[in-house]
């Protein structure tokens, strides 16, 4: 089996506006919803040494549903996961997930034993042939993925899960900013700083890369500049793109 590595973007991915993400399902109270908002259903997955993983963290703690939404972080470097010299993620007793403020994470995958994320794609959609990307939303019930796309992820979690969270008056989104929040975050910051770093690793030219470099620097000089007369870059309090800049 050809397998696709693991977060890193392709090449083609790498180009484009946002890396894809296979599964986009939906956390949500709508009627007949496939996955309804509910406490210790869902489990994410994550890797620490990744971007998109760290973001969705964060979301998470900042919003205080620790004790809702369970998480397992795996080791952060890749290893050789099979015979045929695939390369992935795997969860390891002895590396030690320690976040910030102390906090240490699951570094085993108590929810379903699996050593692997490739494994763990195995188990929730068998014909799925990658990318083994993380962050992942897991639904213990249907034993199933629910989302792997780290912008979605933090949606949900700023908002459709406010009936558990200790932080409820924390708004990464608020409504009279959404349009602004949602195309700087979907922009420019995504765009030339987010992926900015990941084109710049998989240049493929000294010229391309030179070129990436000048983007990322330019976008980063349009952030000094943002942050010189105020400490967030939309309005004055912490959303959703301060987030993905960080």
Known sequence: MALTGSFRLSALDATSTY????????????LNTQYPVAKDRYHLYINLGCPWSTGVCTALMLKGLQDCISVTCTK????????QGNMGFVFDKDCQCKLGDGTLLENVDSVNNCSSVF???QKGSPNYMGPFTLPILWDKESETIVNNDSLDLIRMINSNFNAYAKNKQ???I?????TE????AQGWILKDINKGVYKIGYAESQQQYEQQFAKLYEALDKVERMLEKKKYLIGDKFTIVDLRLF
């Open 19 to 30: 890396s894809v993400a296979a599964f986009k399902n939906q956390v949500n109270d709508e």
């Open 76 to 83: 952060p470097e890749e290893v050789q996961i099979d015979d």
């Open 119 to 121: 494994e763990l794609y």
């Open 170 to 172: 924390l708004n990464m």
């Open 174 to 178: 608020p409504e009279n900013k959404q």
């Open 181 to 184: 929040i949602e195309g700087t």
